[in-house]
């Protein structure tokens, strides 16, 4: 069955800082995707970046960026020089295959708090 | 780009009521419709599957009498929580998938619906 593992609860950083958040997966399927989602206080899933499993190649877009290592499982999202827009709650998620069917799990999800 | 419009955003019902929640894709095909559960500074726990015109199939532990959920067509899914009580009450929100016309990045969310039983 997949797993998603966000072992970080709760961040909290400055203004400016940059931040990292960490994601871990597990899957018996060879051809899967991952995603982050930024959920703010009002609720609302923000889509980020997917990913599939064939393409390790890290991403850039603005202050955001993606590192996949396949090796260790790992879907790592880090925010640069963060803002206080960034405070949210970020989920990693796993889906399996690409069947329209195939179901989303998500990680227990990191709270981020950036203050000024 | 792929929209779910999902409605109501907030609903406040007495203990025992019932309460739909409505899901339309407006501008694809949503051949299968996740529903999904918030609980309070937790994760998002999936609840059922469902494809159009099919049976709904629910995830272990999620009680299919309480929870009706029907997708009688491409684009409409409804989410009924029959003899709502309090430990009803969380953040349910939707996710389609579809073929055509599908956004590029596959699962599109409603907006999600607060519900407190009172």
């Known amino acids: 069955a997949q797993k998603v593992t966000q072992a970080q609860t709760e961040i909290s950083v400055v203004e400016k800082e940059d931040v990292t958040l960490d994601c871990v997966y597990e899957?018996?399927?060879?051809?899967?995707?991952l995603f982050w989602y930024k959920q703010p206080p009002s609720g609302e899933l923000v889509f980020l970046i997917r990913?599939?499993?064939?393409?390790?190649q890290n991403e850039i877009s603005g202050r955001y960026s993606w590192n996949f290592q396949k090796s260790t499982s790992s879907f790592n999202f880090t925010i640069t020089a963060s803002q206080v827009v960034d405070s949210a709650v970020y989920f990693c998620?796993?889906?399996?295959?690409?069947?329209?069917?195939?179901?989303?799990?998500f990680g227990t999800g990191t709270r981020l708090q950036v203050t000024l | 780009g792929a929209v779910v419009s999902q409605h109501p955003s907030r609903v406040i019902c007495k203990s025992g009521t019932s309460v739909k929640i409505e899901c339309r894709s407006l501008?694809?095909?949503?051949?299968?419709m996740f529903w999904y559960r918030q609980f309070p500074k937790q994760s998002l726990m999936l609840m059922a599957t469902?494809?159009?015109?099919?049976?709904?199939?629910?995830e272990q532990g999620v009680e299919k009498d309480k929870f009706l959920i029907n997708h009688a067509s491409l684009t409409l899914s409804t989410l009924t929580v029959t003899s709502a009580h309090p430990e009803d009450s969380s953040f349910y929100i939707c996710?389609?998938?579809?073929?055509?016309?599908?956004?590029?990045?596959?699962?599109?969310f409603g907006s999600g619906t607060r519900l407190t039983v009172v």
């Open positions: 501008d694809f095909q949503a051949t299968t």
């Open positions: 998620a796993l889906s399996e295959n690409t069947g329209t069917a195939s179901k989303l799990t």
């Open positions: 996710s389609a998938r579809g073929g055509t016309g599908e956004g590029p990045y596959g699962y599109t």
């Open positions: 469902s494809n159009e015109g099919s049976k709904a199939t629910y």
């Open positions: 990913r599939n499993s064939f393409d390790e």
């Open positions: 899957t018996r399927d060879t051809t899967y995707y």
